[in-house]
């Protein structure tokens, strides 16, 4: 049995950093190993949700400040930016059309969402049941051939892999 993982917190500083999305994907995939949340499919989920809210400081809010993962009963994931204004995701998507759809990932593969004001921008944050994340037998991201699953949005089932 791996060590428990509760109370545990890493912050990576991406204020004008380029490569915020990789860096911070890395970032989430070595925190998952380090804490052994990295032998699910749902470990490829939080790598996801952690690249959408990144690319969305990137694009909408003038860059990602700093990303956080908390360990509890839930993977906490913060993003936080230098914008106040909070994100709605876009009322319609429009599917194959590139875009607007960065939300409505976040929403479908975390457990909850949602996002706050402080005083110098806004956190965006994502949770992650850590039950989803537990070790079980088998491969661990690392060993696993690329695949990109996710859950159908909007009631279309889709499914994508990548060689």
Same mark, same amino acid.
């Given at each position: 049995m791996?060590?428990p993982v =509760?109370? %545990?917190? &890493?912050r990576l500083?991406?204020?004008?950093v380029?490569?915020?999305?990789?860096k911070? &994907?890395?970032?989430t995939r070595?925190t998952?190993?380090? !804490?052994?949340w990295?032998?699910?499919e749902s470990?490829?989920?939080?790598?996801?949700?952690v690249?959408e809210?990144?690319a969305?400081?990137?694009l909408?809010a003038?860059?990602c400040?700093e990303?956080?993962?908390?360990a509890?009963?839930t993977l906490?994931?913060d993003v936080?930016?230098g914008?106040?204004?909070l994100?709605?995701?876009?009322?319609?998507?429009?599917?194959?059309?590139?875009g607007g759809?960065?939300l409505?990932i976040? %929403?479908?593969l975390s457990?909850? !969402?949602?996002?706050y004001?402080?005083?110098?921008?806004?956190?965006?944050w994502?949770?992650?049941e850590?039950?989803r994340?537990?070790?079980?037998?088998?491969?661990?991201?690392?060993d696993r %051939?690329p695949?990109l699953? =996710?859950?159908?949005?909007?009631? %279309?089932?889709?499914?994508?892999d =990548?060689?």
């Amino acid at each position: 049995m791996g060590v428990p993982v =509760t109370g %545990q917190c &890493r912050r990576l500083a991406l204020r004008s950093v380029r490569g915020a999305v990789g860096k911070g &994907r890395d970032f989430t995939r070595r925190t998952l190993r380090d !804490w052994g949340w990295d032998r699910r499919e749902s470990a490829e989920d939080a790598l996801l949700v952690v690249s959408e809210l990144v690319a969305n400081a990137a694009l909408h809010a003038s860059g990602c400040h700093e990303l956080v993962l908390t360990a509890g009963e839930t993977l906490r994931i913060d993003v936080l930016d230098g914008a106040r204004a909070l994100p709605r995701p876009r009322a319609v998507t429009r599917p194959g059309v590139p875009g607007g759809h960065g939300l409505h990932i976040v %929403q479908r593969l975390s457990d909850r !969402w949602g996002s706050y004001a402080h005083d110098t921008g806004k956190v965006v944050w994502a949770e992650i049941e850590s039950a989803r994340l537990a070790t079980e037998p088998g491969p661990a991201m690392a060993d696993r %051939q690329p695949s990109l699953r =996710t859950r159908p949005f909007a009631g %279309q089932a889709r499914s994508y892999d =990548t060689e």
